[in-house]
């Protein structure tokens, strides 16, 4: 079955400093790996995907995704947080189960970045 | 360019009552999906559909049904709402999976429609 896994439920930053969200995940197949972001009383947004190619994905905002097939991560960063990157992090991976075209989301990663 | 478009944003039920929550899309995509957002479950999927007339269960379809008889529009139903179904739902819409081009697999999602089950 596939899974995802965001083991830090909330992750503090200090402004201009770098950050990361974490992500592990299991799939059956090829993974296809995404992050969306989510402010307050929002709808999520897409941030960036891994597909195939270049384990290094880059995305909007200014963020960044390392694919590492060994660890099963793809953990999201950014070099120098904002205080405006405040948000929900959800990463997600591909549903395998059933007909095609879901995604499994993870639980979320409140980011909070303090000026 | 709406993109996606759910009605109501907000409701207050009764246990018992029903209601229909609307997703309308404007970019022509096959697949259109209903989350439910939980604090500390993330989201889960409820059900979903990669075309004009078909709907299949996700994670968590019991006490909800679909239709999609239009390729823009999805609804949700609750029959007989229960204070468990009180929840934030999500709808969201994305091309073909099997599309080649940059924004397949990429879901669009709308703002959000709170429901409250007294």
């Known amino acids: 079955a596939q899974s995802v896994a965001q083991p830090e439920d909330q992750v503090n930053v200090a402004e201009g400093n770098p950050l990361t969200v974490k992500c592990t995940y299991s799939?059956?197949?090829?993974?296809?790996l995404f992050w969306y972001v989510q402010y307050p009383n929002r709808g999520l947004q897409f941030l960036l995907k891994?597909?195939?190619?270049?384990?290094l994905v880059k995305g909007s905002y200014g963020f960044e995704a390392e694919f590492n097939k060994s660890q099963t991560s793809f953990h999201l960063k950014k070099p120098s947080a904002l205080v405006s990157d405040s948000a929900l992090y959800f990463c997600a991976v591909r549903n395998y189960g059933g007909s095609q075209g879901n995604l499994i989301f993870g639980k979320g990663t409140k980011l909070s970045v303090k000026p | 360019n709406a993109g996606v478009t759910q009605t109501p944003k907000f409701r207050v039920l009764k246990t018992g009552q029903s209601m229909t929550l609307l997703c309308a899309q404007d970019m022509n995509h096959e697949y259109m999906y209903w989350y439910r957002q939980d604090p500390g479950m993330g989201l889960r999927l409820i059900h979903y559909?990669?075309?004009?007339?078909?709907?299949a269960k996700g994670e968590v379809p019991d006490g909800y049904n679909v239709s999609r008889l239009k390729k823009q529009n999805f609804l949700l139903g609750l029959e007989s709402a229960a204070p468990s179904q009180t929840s934030v739902y999500f709808c969201?819409?994305?091309?073909?999976?099997?599309?080649?081009?940059?924004?397949?697999?990429?879901?669009?999602f709308g703002a959000g429609s709170r429901l409250t089950v007294l």
């Open positions: 559909s990669v075309g004009e007339g078909t709907t």
């Open positions: 891994y597909i195939t190619g270049d384990n």
């Open positions: 799939v059956s197949g090829n993974p296809y």
């Open positions: 969201a819409s994305s091309p073909n999976w099997g599309q080649v081009d940059s924004g397949a697999n990429v879901l669009t």
